[in-house]
């Protein structure tokens, strides 16, 4: 973390929505319950870093990567980000501009009417860009050939920026001005025209010195629509694509080629901050290695900063830096990687691991604490910690109340776990037996008595 502060603050973020509660709920005067999608998550990212958002289907990450976006209006709490909130901001088009999104969905997620270069220049089109920086100077380098530099007079647009890089503030063009026989020309960098618009042809070359000034004008030599095509063909290029392939259109790529596009999209304008939401779930294995391998060297270059939301562990453990795990619209642990996959601390965490396949032998011993069951509804959380319907550690002290967050093993490392507690009462309540509950049956054992 910088010492300016994280890029991205999530504080106490919160979606609910409405619930549409049935003919039969109103006919009984059944109480309306919204469905809690996210209840209340916090978290960080650094700038430059990738954090891993994980949890099973419906656990609310998808939610809250679109709410952070401000692509769905937040029940409360806020985001904050480079420190300003974006739900208060008057004008969000910085932000808009600064942060974006690459889908899960490469199929459905582009216009099959749109071709590749359409697809991803729209966002300039969007937004006017490119735009000329109105506190960008431009000027000339001026080489001369046969000329007097003296009596050269070089006028530069002040939209060169479109085209030409500036270094601290300033658009520097080269331009020679080159005397051959009695015609006097000019020329400039790619993209740009250098025109003789005074003491050019007309002049003599038995003139010496001369006294006559030359006037020569620079200015863009295409028109926005060619320099947003032109960009899109280096941002196809730098997805691993091919320029040529510009004018083809969705259907004509294969999965990962069009996950491609999607990336080159979200690129378009130059964000800081990237949300990637399930971006190789929808692709074959050996593709997905490719675009994550794709989006690590695009951090590198660019030092984007990403909110990586999966599902399946294994994915995230490549490209992230730190791991939150949501269930049931909360985080209920967070860590550094490493730590994550070595020593989990909460028991959701662990089964989560367990669907994991493993490759490597010494792993393939670990202890197994299999997930049983299905998600609870976020209409109605079960009390307590909202994970002990499924949890094989569950005692009467889980239902009773909600666990904090508690501090893990490894630095940074927190989980919301009474287990992480040594004092806790947890320690002295009964267990719960999970599976005689869900069978509707007596509570009959210590499922957890050997869980030690
Ligand atoms: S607080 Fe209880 S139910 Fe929740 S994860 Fe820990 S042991 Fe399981």
């Not at 609310?60 to 209006?73: C, F, V």
């Not at 094989?392 to 109340?401: K, L, M, Q, V």
């Amino acid at each position: 973390m910088s010492e300016d502060g994280p890029l991205l603050a999530v504080e106490g973020l919160k979606k609910h929505y409405a619930d549409d509660d049935s003919l039969l709920d109103r006919l009984f005067g059944a109480e309306s319950r919204s469905v809690r999608a996210v209840d209340g998550v916090s978290f960080d990212i650094a700038e430059g870093e990738t954090l891993g958002l994980v949890g099973e289907s419906g656990c609310g990450k998808s939610t809250t990567g679109e709410t952070l976006l401000a692509l769905q209006e937040p029940t409360a709490g806020d985001v904050r980000f480079d420190g300003e909130s974006v739900f208060d901001r008057d004008d969000t088009t910085e932000f808009r501009r600064r942060a974006g999104v690459v889908f899960q969905d490469p199929f459905s997620s582009l216009d099959p009417r749109q071709t590749a270069g359409a697809i991803v220049t729209e966002p300039l089109e969007i937004h006017g860009l490119p735009e000329t920086d109105p506190e960008v100077a431009t000027e000339a380098d001026v080489t001369v050939e046969g000329v007097d530099y003296g009596r050269v007079e070089v006028r530069v647009a002040d939209d060169i920026d479109l085209v030409v890089d500036p270094v601290d503030g300033v658009a520097t063009v080269h331009v020679t001005v080159r005397r051959r026989g009695g015609t006097v020309s000019a020329s400039a960098d790619e993209d740009v025209t250098a025109t003789v618009v005074e003491g050019g042809p007309s002049d003599d070359a038995s003139d010496g010195a001369g006294s006559e000034s030359i006037v020569v004008e620079v200015r863009v030599d295409r028109s926005l629509g060619e320099i947003r095509r032109d960009r899109a063909k280096e941002l196809l290029e730098r997805v691993g694509l091919s320029a040529d392939q510009v004018d083809r259109y969705p259907h004509e790529f294969s999965g990962g080629q069009r996950q491609r596009i999607g990336i080159a999209r979200a690129l378009a304008l130059e964000p800081d901050f990237l949300v990637l939401d399930e971006p190789v779930s929808a692709l074959d294995v050996s593709v997905q290695a490719q675009i994550l391998n794709l989006l690590d060297d695009l951090q590198d270059e660019l030092g984007l900063t990403y909110l990586f939301i999966a599902h399946d562990l294994s994915v995230v453990r490549h490209i992230s830096d730190r791991v939150a795990v949501m269930y049931l619209g909360e985080i209920v642990e967070r860590g550094p990687v490493d730590a994550i996959f070595e020593d989990p601390q909460h028991p959701y965490t662990r089964a989560l691991l367990e669907s994991v396949p493993r490759a490597d032998t010494s792993e393939q011993g670990r202890r197994v604490d299999p997930l049983k069951g299905d998600v609870p509804s976020p209409r109605d959380p079960p009390a307590g910690c909202r994970f002990h319907t499924r949890c094989p550690h569950a005692r009467e002290a889980c239902r009773a109340e909600a666990p904090e967050d508690y501090d893990g093993d490894a630095p940074g490392q927190r989980a919301a776990c009474f287990r992480l507690v040594d004092d806790h009462p947890y320690w002295d309540s009964e267990p719960i037996d999970i599976a005689a509950e869900r069978s509707g049956g007596e509570t009959v054992g210590d499922e957890a008595a050997s869980d030690d």
